[in-house]
């Protein structure tokens, strides 16, 4: 079954740093629209950071200037460095992002399962 894989979250203190990455499950043949959201206890998700296949990046105003979103599209994985976290970036990531598994498949939108991230104070 095909499915985005996130990893790297975890416990870190205040002003900290981590590292996200993402890559799906089995070898695919393409993946475009390249996402990280989050999802804090309570609250809605929301987007967190966006780069596309030519590497144009958003963010959401929160995480501008401490977070930043990049991918190696030969080994079709994502990354989010995450610097000067707060405790308010606490949350569970998720990694979205449209894969197309053979060449003759359309893109399909996928999620990760999601990993934990906790900023202590």
């Known amino acids: 079954q095909v499915q985005l894989v996130e990893s790297g979250g975890g416990l870190v203190q205040a002003g900290g740093s981590l590292r996200l990455s993402c890559v799906p499950s089995?070898?695919?043949?393409?993946?475009?629209?390249m996402a990280w959201y989050r999802q804090a206890p309570g609250k809605q998700r929301e987007l967190v950071a966006r780069?596309?296949?030519?590497?144009?990046?958003n963010y959401a105003d929160s995480v501008k200037g401490r977070f930043t979103i990049s991918a190696d599209n030969a080994k079709k994985l994502v990354y989010l460095q995450m610097n000067s976290v707060k405790p308010e970036d606490t949350a569970v990531y998720y990694c979205?992002?449209?894969?197309?598994?053979?060449?003759?498949?359309?893109?399909?939108?996928?999620w990760g399962q999601g990993t934990q991230v906790t900023v202590s104070s």
């Open positions: 780069i596309t296949s030519g590497d144009n990046t």
């Open positions: 979205n992002a449209d894969l197309k598994i053979r060449p003759w498949s359309d893109f399909t939108n996928f």
């Open positions: 089995v070898s695919i043949f393409s993946i475009k629209g």
